[in-house]
Structure formats: structure tokens, C-alpha cells
């Protein structure tokens, strides 16, 4: 069995909702796709207004309701550096997450 690392800030569902509804996002119903699209809406818009759209992913944890916001990942398909290197970008990703 192959673990992966990543590197970056785990938060909360409810954390996102709270924060997206701030910028009048809301699901318009209570399904799981609606409230996927509200979280990925969400993710798009702050780390799009940080300019780290490029440099953040975010992967899923085993953590039951919590989503990792990530810089490095040592898993090849997520797409990222295998090491955090730029403290100006962790830094941003640090104010995105509080």
C-alpha cells in the first residue's frame, strides 16, 4: 500500500459553507452536488483572487467533512511539486484559510 503526503491547510466543511455564504454562496438545494458546487465555487474565487490558482489543489482527506487545501503533494496525479518551497505562496494560502 503507497501513502501519500501532502502539504497544506485541512478545513472543515462547514468552515467553507460558513465562509461562502459571506459571498452569498449558497446551495440551491440540499444535495451533495449542490453543495460541491458551492465548495468548488468557493475554492475558485479566494484562491483565484490570491493568484495561486496554478499552485493550490484540493484533494480529499480520510477525514470524514474536511478538504485539504494543498502546495506539494507527493502523489505524481495530483498535479504538484512533491515540496513546498515558496514561503510567499504558503503564506497566501495561509491568509485564504485563517
Same mark, same amino acid.
Given at each position: 500500500?503507497?501513502?501519500?503526503?501532502?502539504?497544506?491547510?485541512?478545513?472543515?466543511?462547514?468552515?467553507?459553507?460558513?465562509?461562502?455564504?459571506?459571498?452569498?454562496?449558497?446551495?440551491?438545494?440540499?444535495?451533495?452536488?449542490?453543495?460541491?458546487?458551492?465548495?468548488?465555487?468557493?475554492?475558485?474565487?479566494?484562491?483565484?483572487? +490570491?493568484?495561486?490558482?496554478?499552485?493550490?489543489?484540493?484533494?480529499?482527506?480520510?477525514?470524514?467533512?474536511?478538504?485539504?487545501?494543498?502546495? +506539494?503533494?507527493?502523489?505524481?496525479?495530483?498535479?504538484?511539486?512533491?515540496? +513546498?518551497?515558496?514561503?510567499?505562496?504558503?503564506?497566501?494560502?495561509?491568509?485564504?484559510?485563517?
Amino acid at each position: 500500500m503507497v501513502r501519500y503526503f501532502a502539504f497544506g491547510y485541512k478545513v472543515k466543511y462547514q468552515w467553507i459553507f460558513d465562509r461562502a455564504n459571506e459571498l452569498y454562496m449558497v446551495p440551491w438545494n440540499d444535495t451533495t452536488d449542490a453543495r460541491a458546487n458551492v465548495m468548488f465555487d468557493y475554492f475558485v474565487t479566494v484562491v483565484g483572487q +490570491a493568484g495561486l490558482m496554478s499552485y493550490v489543489r484540493p484533494i480529499a482527506l480520510k477525514d470524514e467533512d474536511c478538504v485539504g487545501y494543498c502546495l +506539494a503533494s507527493t502523489d505524481p496525479s495530483d498535479g504538484l511539486p512533491s515540496r +513546498a518551497r515558496d514561503a510567499e505562496k504558503i503564506e497566501k494560502l495561509r491568509q485564504i484559510v485563517g
